[in-house]
């Protein structure tokens, strides 16, 4: 299995959170909490690197944020 690793921004929104993966297009996750949107966040991401890799699709690496 290989690791991964990438940037996540979590905003806080109408006091909810939404956490957010650059490098991945459309991965977004929500929570109660700063750490409940973490959570959910890494469950989105190994998804959708789950759904590339089945279709045989490049996986993206990590961008730098500037």
Do not use: W
């Amino acid at each position: 299995m290989n690791t991964y690793t990438y940037t996540v921004l979590v905003v806080k929104e109408n006091g909810n959170y939404r956490a957010m993966c650059p490098a991945l297009p459309r991965c977004a996750a929500f929570g109660n909490t700063r750490k409940e949107a973490l959570q959910n966040i890494e469950i989105s991401i190994s998804h959708r690197l789950e759904v590339l890799k089945k279709k045989g699709e490049p996986i993206p690496k990590d961008k730098d944020l500037v």
